[in-house]
């Protein structure tokens, strides 16, 4: 199995950077897609931005142009870069893991991010 493991959420100002960052361990070889998804209080979980393992990414409408997905194949690291948040950015941040092959579907235990107005 993976276990993913998040750092770096907490309290920031509005216009301010956060940088979050998960790093995958057990068996986290040939992941195929990381990602990180949001979970606003009262809101479904949404997808913010994945990038596959050929370093393709993509990101949600809301942070397109503010948010940065990176990843580090080798370390099985995945880094999500935040500039420019807003109040709406708050939220419990998850990191995600999939693999094809054995239909891996891994969650981290989640970071929570608050953004002040």
């Known amino acids: 199995q993976v276990q993913l493991v998040e750092s770096g959420g907490g309290l920031v100002q509005a216009g301010g950077s956060l940088r979050l960052s998960c790093a995958a361990s057990?068996?986290?070889?040939?992941?195929?897609?990381m990602g990180w998804y949001r979970q606003a209080p009262g809101k479904e979980r949404e997808l913010v931005a994945a990038?596959?393992?050929?370093?393709?990414?993509n990101y949600a409408d809301s942070v397109l142009g503010r948010f940065t997905i990176s990843s580090d194949n080798a370390k099985n690291t995945v880094t999500l870069q935040m500039n420019s948040v807003k109040p709406e950015d708050t939220a419990v941040y998850y990191c995600?893991?999939?693999?094809?092959?054995?239909?891996?579907?891994?969650w981290g235990q989640g970071t929570l991010v608050t953004v002040s107005s």
């Open positions: 995600h893991a999939e693999r094809y092959r054995d239909a891996l579907d891994a």
């Open positions: 057990g068996r986290p070889f040939s992941i195929n897609r």
């Open positions: 990038i596959t393992d050929s370093g393709r990414s």
